[in-house]
């Protein structure tokens, strides 16, 4: 059993957000961000697109066989001995379970206090848990498919290689809310999501995993 006590002394510094502010703001204004995000979410290509967060039977408070294909579809492996824990009765599902059902499932990251942030980390803790070693991607993704308004995807190349930070989880997810309560950002953001949209379908996924894949495609694109 895995006991959390509350982080709210992590806090990003200053510096820390205005890297993150500055880089954001240049994934949004690169002239490519349109076509990377038209790419990413276009039903021919092979990424991942709505099916991470589409794909069903969709759960919230639950953990499905679904939810991990979704997983895979980042690129993440979850491997038998895992997969029995997350899957199949016994103490790391209902402890992971137990977690996921404290975590409110309409509250978006602009708007989540140190409660709910608590709360994000335990369960955050309860996966990592269940699927073994220091497997913080794969948490974070499996947090961003079951709550994708308050889990930042936290991908390393993104989180550590651009917006440099990537150490501590508390204040990635305090860097992610100062993102996205930034006036600048959501500006330029909405501005993408509508010039990038064929399908009004490709308009369904939160803000918050929309700007994950700007700042992702970013990052791939321009390597």
């Known amino acids: 059993m895995i006991v959390v006590t509350p982080t709210r002394a ?26 990377n995000l038209r790419l990413f979410y276009d039903r021919d290509s092979n990424h991942a697109g709505r099916s991470f967060l589409a794909v069903g039977p969709v759960e919230y408070d639950s953990i499905t066989a679904a939810d991990l294909y ?14 029995r824990q997350l899957l199949q009765g016994g103490p790391h599902r209902n402890d992971v379970l137990k977690a996921l059902r404290m975590v409110p499932v309409e509250t978006d990251l602009a708007d989540a206090d140190d409660t709910v942030l608590d709360a994000a980390e335990h369960l955050h803790l309860q996966l990592k848990n269940a699927l073994g ?42 860097v992610y809310q100062h993102l996205v309560t930034d006036t600048e950002v959501r500006r330029l953001l909405e501005k993408v999501t509508a010039e990038s949209a064929v399908r009004e379908s490709d308009l369904l ?8 894949v700007v700042l992702w495609m970013h990052v791939k694109t321009s390597a």
């Open 10 to 35: 992590r806090r990003p510094s200053s510096a820390q957000l205005d890297r993150a502010r500055s880089a954001a703001l240049g994934a949004l204004e690169d002239p490519a961000a349109v076509q």
């Open 133 to 174: 070693g220091n497997k913080w991607v794969a948490a974070s993704k499996l947090c961003a498919r079951k709550r994708p308004r308050l889990f930042p995807v936290r991908d390393s190349l993104v989180t550590r290689g651009l917006l440099g930070v990537g150490e501590d989880r508390r204040v990635d997810w305090l």
């Open 205 to 212: 996924d939160p803000p918050l995993r929309i700007l994950d």
């Open 70 to 83: 979704a997983t895979s579809l980042l690129g993440i492996s979850v491997g038998p001995r895992a997969g």
